[in-house]
C-alpha cells in the first residue's frame, strides 16, 4: 500500500492498536520546559514512578526567563519572584531525576524548539513531544513531532509513550515560486489566512511542492511552527538532501550506524501515489507579504492592502468586529496609515540565524524610526546568539536602535517582562497576535523578520 | 461499553458567540506561572472578565469585573455548562485552559470544533468536550435564551431540550474516560512488557536512538 509520511511514521511508532480506535505510541524525544513541567512531576512523584527512560528527555527554561542577563546572571537573579519558583523547580526536578538539562547560562540553552534541531536532538524518524504546541516545527525533520498538554507530559515520562488515535492526512501543495523577497513566514500566514485556523484540526498537514523543496531547513521550521495556527498539531516535510546537509554538522551517530540511518531517512517521504483524506492545492506565485490585522492568525492581509469591510450578513462579523475594535481599527483603514510602537524579532517561529540575517541585511546603516519605542531582537538559542555575534549582527542592530537580548520566548507571549503596554501596536515575528497574547491589551500584527525590519525604520507598513 | 452507569451534567449554560477562543483567552499567561494544578478558577477569561490587568498574587474580589461579560451576570456566575462557537480551545497546548474552566465550575463545553490539544487535555480532567453541527449548536442556543439550563445525557449521547433532544457523537474510548474516571498511567502501565519490547526491538534496528 502507498502510504504517506504520517502513516509510515505512526506505524514506525506504533506499540498497541487497541480495538476502540486508538493506539500506544512510543515516544523517542520528550523536550521540557519550566512551564508546562512542574504538575507533571509532581504527578509522577505522587505515584513514586520515575521517568521511563531518563536519556529520551531534554530539558531547559526558555518561557519566563529573562532576556536580559549578562554574564554573572544565574537562576536567583530572576527579579520576578514567582517565575524565579518555576525555573528553580525545573532545576530540581531534572537534578532530582537525572535529566539532561541546559541551565540559564548554558550557550545551548533557548527556545527548546530552537536548540533541538540546532544540536541534533531532533533527528529523522522520531516521535518528539513536549508540553508546548509549537512542538509541530520538529516535523521539518520528518519527524512525528506534537504538543501535547501536562497530563501527557506526566504520561510520557512515566511510560514513554503516549494513548492517541491517528490523525488525518492533509497534505497542502503549494503552486510555483514567490519572488525570493517573500519568506516562509509569508507563506504560513497566507496559508492560514486562505484556509482558516481550523483546516487542520484533527489531521496532520503534510507541506510539499517545488517551493518547500527549494528552501532552508530554518524556513521549513517556520512552516511546520505554525501548522498548529492552522489547527495541525502536526506538520511535515519529507527528508531530503537539505535535511541531509543541515544535520550533517549537528548530530552525532557513529560511523557504524550511519549509513543505516541515512538509509531509513531516506524512507521519509509519501510514496508516490498515496492517498491524503484531504489534499489542497495552494497558488502562492504571486504572493505579497502578509500582515495580521486581527486577533486569529487567520485575520491576516496583503501588505499593501486594508482592514476588510465586515459584511453584516457574514457568520464570521462579530467575531471580526471584536477584532477590529480590540485592534484600535477601522473598517477599510489602509494598513499603510497604521503606526507602531514596538518591534519584536524572536519566538521560536523566527529567531533562527537566518531570520537574523534578513533583519541585518534591512537596518545595516539606518536607525529606528522616531516612534518605535522600543524593538527587539531575541536569538532563538545561545548557539544563534554567538553565530550572530561571530557575524557582527549584534553591532549592526544595536547601531540601528535594537536591543540585542539574551535568548528565550520573550514578547512572543511575555511571561517574562518583555511585554506590551495597554494599546500598543507591535510588529511581532511570532506565531500569535490573540487578544493580550504580548501584554494585556497589546495589539500585536505578525509579520516576517523581513517586514518587521522595514516596519521598525520605517515606522510603519512600507508600500 | 456494557457496565452499567449513568453521567448526567445539568445546570446553568452560558453562551460565548465568538468563534477560534484560543486558550490565551481561557486562562492568560500570567497564570502559567503556577506550578500547581489547582486555583485557576478566579481567572477563567481573565482579560474578558475584569477591566483591570491581574497577576496570580492579585485577590480578584478587589478588581474590577466587566459587569457586562456573560460568568459575571447570575445566574451565569455558577455555570456548568459553556456554548461557544467554532475552533474553541485552539492554540497553545496550556492544560491550565482546562483547569481554569474546571475550578470555576464548568462540567462540560458545547462547541461545533475545538482545538486538537484542548479536546485531549478536557478528557485528563473530566471536562466533556461536545462537538455539534451549527444548524445543532443553533438550536441549543434558542434553548438556553429561554431555559438557561440544559441537561446533557453521556450516556446515551444526548442533550436534551424542552421538546427534543439533540444527539452528539463521542468516540467510546473518550466516553469510558469521563464516566470511568480512570487513571491513563496505570492503564498504559499494564502494558509496561509490550512497551520494554517494542523499546528492545527499536533499539536493534535503529541504535542510532538510544
Known amino acids: ?463 | 461499553m456494557n457496565k452499567n452507569y449513568q453521567h448526567v451534567i445539568e445546570g446553568i449554560s452560558a453562551e460565548i458567540a465568538i468563534d477560534n477562543i484560543d486558550t490565551d483567552q481561557i486562562i492568560p499567561t500570567e497564570y502559567l506561572k503556577s506550578i500547581k494544578k489547582y486555583g485557576f478558577g478566579d481567572f477563567l477569561f481573565d482579560g474578558w472578565r475584569y477591566k483591570d490587568e491581574g497577576n496570580i498574587q492579585k485577590d480578584t474580589s478587589q478588581r474590577e469585573q466587566n459587569e457586562d461579560f456573560i460568568l459575571n451576570i447570575d445566574p451565569y456566575k455558577k455555570s456548568k455548562i459553556l456554548v461557544v462557537g467554532k475552533n474553541f480551545g485552539c492554540g497553545s497546548s496550556r492544560e491550565h485552559a482546562v483547569w481554569a474552566l474546571r475550578d470555576f465550575g464548568i462540567e462540560c463545553i458545547i462547541a461545533e470544533s475545538f482545538g486538537d490539544i484542548f479536546y485531549n487535555n478536557c478528557f485528563k480532567n473530566g471536562i466533556l468536550p461536545i462537538q455539534i453541527s451549527q444548524d445543532k449548536k443553533n438550536h441549543v442556543s434558542e434553548h438556553i435564551k429561554e431555559n438557561k439550563n440544559l441537561r446533557v445525557d453521556l450516556t446515551n449521547q444526548s442533550i436534551q431540550l424542552e421538546s427534543s433532544e439533540i444527539q452528539f457523537e463521542i468516540e467510546e474510548s473518550l466516553k469510558e474516560r469521563i464516566i470511568l474516571g480512570q487513571d491513563d498511567i496505570d492503564i498504559t502501565l499494564g502494558y509496561a512488557n509490550q512497551i520494554k519490547q517494542f523499546e528492545s526491538n527499536r533499539f536493534v534496528s535503529k541504535p542510532w536512538l538510544k
Not at chain 1, 268 to 277: E, N, R, T
Not at chain 1, 289 to 297: A, C, D, K, M
Open chain 1, 1 to 463: 500500500m502507498n502510504k504517506t509520511l504520517y502513516d509510515k511514521l505512526w506505524d514506525d511508532h506504533e506499540v498497541i492498536n487497541f480495538d476502540n480506535d486508538e493506539s500506544l505510541i512510543y515516544i523517542d524525544r520528550h523536550f521540557l520546559h519550566e512551564v508546562t513541567s512542574p504538575q507533571a512531576f509532581e504527578g509522577l512523584k505522587q505515584k513514586s514512578l520515575k521517568p521511563w527512560r531518563i536519556k529520551s528527555n531534554v530539558a531547559t527554561p526558555d518561557h519566563n526567563v529573562p532576556t536580559v542577563r549578562g554574564n554573572k546572571f544565574d537562576t536567583a537573579s530572576i527579579e520576578d519572584e514567582i517565575s524565579k519558583i518555576q525555573v528553580i523547580e525545573l532545576e530540581k526536578n531534572c537534578s532530582e531525576f537525572d535529566i539532561h538539562f541546559h541551565d540559564i547560562n548554558s550557550n545551548k540553552q533557548g527556545i527548546v524548539h530552537v536548540i533541538g534541531p540546532e544540536n541534533g536532538y531532533t533527528l529523522p524518524g522520531m516521535s518528539i513531544v513536549c508540553g508546548d504546541s509549537h512542538t509541530s516545527t520538529h516535523g521539518a525533520f520528518a519527524t512525528l513531532a506534537m504538543g501535547i498538554g501536562t497530563s501527557e507530559v506526566e504520561h510520557v515520562l512515566a511510560t514513554q509513550c503516549l494513548r492517541i488515535k491517528k490523525l488525518r492526512n492533509l497534505g497542502i501543495k503549494l503552486i510555483g515560486l514567490p519572488d525570493p523577497s517573500i519568506t516562509s513566514k509569508d507563506v504560513i500566514l497566507y496559508i492560514i489566512r486562505t484556509l482558516g485556523t481550523d483546516i487542520g484540526n484533527g489531521h496532520a498537514i503534510e507541506f510539499f511542492g517545488d517551493y518547500i523543496k527549494s528552501i532552508s531547513m530554518e524556513a521549513r521550521m517556520t512552516i511546520c511552527n505554525m501548522s498548529i495556527e492552522a489547527g495541525a498539531k502536526v506538520g511535515l516535510i519529507a527528508y531530503d538532501s537539505v535535511t541531509e546537509k543541515y544535520l550533517e554538522e549537528r548530530m552525532s551517530i557513529s560511523n557504524k550506524d550511519l549509513q543505516n540511518a541515512l538509509d531509513y531517512w531516506e524512507t521519509l517521504k509519501s510514496d508516490d501515489g498515496a492517498s491524503y483524506d484531504d489534499l489542497i492545492e495552494i497558488d502562492i506565485s504571486n504572493l505579497k507579504p502578509q500582515i495580521s490585522w486581527g486577533t486569529s492568525p487567520e485575520m491576516t492581509t496583503d501588505f499593501d492592502s486594508s482592514v476588510p469591510i465586515i459584511d453584516s450578513a457574514d457568520p464570521k462579523n462579530v467575531t471580526y468586529k471584536k477584532a477590529i475594535d480590540y485592534m484600535g481599527l477601522q473598517e477599510g483603514q489602509p494598513i499603510s496609515s497604521l503606526s507602531f510602537d514596538k518591534v519584536f524579532i524572536g519566538s521560536c517561529t523566527n529567531s533562527r540565524i537566518e531570520d537574523l540575517r534578513l533583519v541585518a541585511g534591512i537596518v545595516d546603516g539606518k536607525k529606528l524610526s522616531p516612534n518605535i519605542k522600543e524593538a527587539l531582537v531575541v536569538p532563538g538559542s545561545g548557539m544563534v546568539k554567538l553565530q550572530a555575534q561571530s557575524e557582527g549582527l549584534d553591532k549592526i542592530f544595536e547601531n540601528a536602535g535594537f536591543q540585542w537580548r539574551d535568548p528565550g520566548c520573550s514578547m512572543c507571549l511575555g511571561m517574562n517582562p518583555d511585554r506590551l503596554s495597554p494599546e500598543e501596536r507591535c510588529a511581532s515575528t511570532s506565531n500569535r497576535n490573540f487578544e493580550g497574547r504580548q501584554g494585556t491589551r497589546g495589539r500585536t500584527h505578525l509579520v516576517s523578520p523581513l517586514l518587521a525590519a522595514k516596519i521598525a525604520i520605517h515606522g510603519s507598513v512600507p508600500n
